[in-house]
């Protein structure tokens, strides 16, 4: 554990507060803020009227009338954050224009110097991120409300219509469903440490009836996403530079450095809570240090740097898998596996989606148009750039593995 930080052992909201994990909304920012103040607005108008602007082939040309402007005014977590989300907005749609293949490789410093200041401040990379267009990219319609689908709205949109407000929110609702799991965590470290497995084998229960309510959540996305302006529109603009052929070098940071960096779009892969609840029941993707585990830590660079020292703390916690295995209960191992199998159904349900989300509409003639000579972005590819069905299927094996099996 990194020094200095609390261990999710002690049953405290107050320890959460360190990881910026909310009682509410789990690893979200709590109402994000909506306005930057004077000259910063400057950039909300260009990100408010993305769409607008792109499809007028306006946008381009608005950012480079932009000044350059200090950071210095951009006090506080949650103006950073949407600095952040906005500059990312802005970033992806500079690069990505209409999504024809047209790509910029340069980042004109205007943009590229106060994304990248900023994106060293929140220890964020310099690319839109989950923790961007998913956490901090929405608000309540009416705040006394609940904190559901209906009730809220994002605070910025990618053209595809609907379909983005449907992707991130979806997103959204699957993560504070999460919260209440995240809440148990100290009560199972407590348990372990006391040696207490009555109270232990109760939170377990807590931990699966809570993944059954994230799996729930999870189907709304066919309520809300369309297959095909999710594949051929919003995928797009969540594209990254690592890995990607329309951008083999990465992009170049103008005034930032002199070669160009390659990062990795955005994706859900990018959410603590599947790697939470890896970590927390003994799930180890780590084994034989696969390119599935890898890319798994890698996406942790792309989250909030609480929420990555959270997961590391997690790890220094007490094994939940070794204190069920030593105890040799069979009710709370077919608890512990209750879990273990949640993890599993989220997992068989996720490929599923990528199934009708990607696979299936990749494997039909693209109805959009193709101005440029470069080769086309890989359909076989995540927007994090993973070669999708090998990883999330050697992914979801792991998980299985976990299972404990009857002697
Ligand atoms: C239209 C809906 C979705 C699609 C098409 C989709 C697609 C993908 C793809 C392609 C990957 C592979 C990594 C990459 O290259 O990006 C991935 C990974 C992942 N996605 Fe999704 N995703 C969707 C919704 C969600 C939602 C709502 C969540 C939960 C918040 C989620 C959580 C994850 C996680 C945790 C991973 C990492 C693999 C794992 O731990 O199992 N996804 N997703």
Not at 192 to 217: F, G, N, W, Y
Not at 387 to 407: A, G, W
């Amino acid at each position: 554990m990194a020094p200095g930080k609390s261990s999710p052992v002690e049953n405290s909201w107050k320890i959460f507060e360190e990881y910026h994990i909310d009682e509410d909304v789990g690893f979200a920012l709590p109402n994000p803020l909506e306005e930057l103040p004077h000259p910063y607005d400057a950039w909300i108008s260009i990100a408010k009227n993305l769409p607008e602007l792109i499809k007028n082939g306006q946008l381009r040309a608005e950012v480079e009338k932009l000044t350059t402007f200090s950071i210095d005014g951009l006090q506080g977590h949650k103006l950073q954050r949407l600095a952040h989300l906005v500059l990312g907005y802005i970033t992806m749609a500079y690069v990505w224009g209409e999504g024809d293949g047209d790509v910029r490789k340069v980042l004109p410093s205007n943009i590229a110097v106060p994304y990248c200041k900023v994106s060293e401040k929140l220890g964020l990379p310099p690319i839109l991120v989950y923790a961007d267009c998913v956490l901090a990219n929405w608000k309540k319609k009416d705040p006394s409300g609940p904190m559901t689908y209906e009730n809220m709205d994002i605070l910025f949109s990618f053209p595809g219509g609907d379909c983005g407000k449907g992707f991130f929110l979806v997103s959204l609702v699957v993560e504070t469903a999460a919260a209440s799991a995240i809440k148990v965590i100290p009560i199972i470290f407590n348990a372990i440490q006391r040696e207490d497995p009555d109270t232990l084998q109760k939170a377990l229960l807590d931990i699966a009836s809570c993944l059954h309510k994230v799996l729930e959540m999870f189907h709304q996305i066919h309520e809300y996403v369309d297959p095909n302006l999710f594949f051929n529109v919003l995928r797009i603009y969540l594209s990254g530079w690592k890995g990607n052929p329309l951008l083999s070098e990465g992009l170049l940071y103008e005034g930032v450095w002199d070669t160009p960096k390659k990062f990795a779009g955005g994706s859900a892969a990018q959410s603590s809570i599947f790697q939470c609840f890896d970590i927390l029941l003994g799930i180890q993707h780590t084994i034989g240090g696969d390119s599935a585990a890898k890319f798994l830590q890698e996406m942790r660079t792309y989250m909030p740097s609480a929420h990555q020292n959270f997961l590391r703390s997690l790890e220094s916690g007490p094994s939940v898998r070794k204190f069920v295995l030593s105890k040799g209960d069979a009710t709370l191992q077919e608890i512990y596996n209750e879990c273990v199998q949640a993890m599993v159904s989220l997992r068989n349900y996720h490929l599923q989606i990528v199934a009708k989300y990607i696979v299936i509409p990749a494997s039909q003639p693209s109805k959009r148009k193709q101005t440029s000579e470069e080769p086309s972005e890989p359909k076989s590819k995540g927007t994090g750039g993973t070669d999708i069905m090998e990883f999330l299927r050697t992914v979801r094996s792991t998980t299985v593995n976990s299972l404990l099996k009857e002697d």
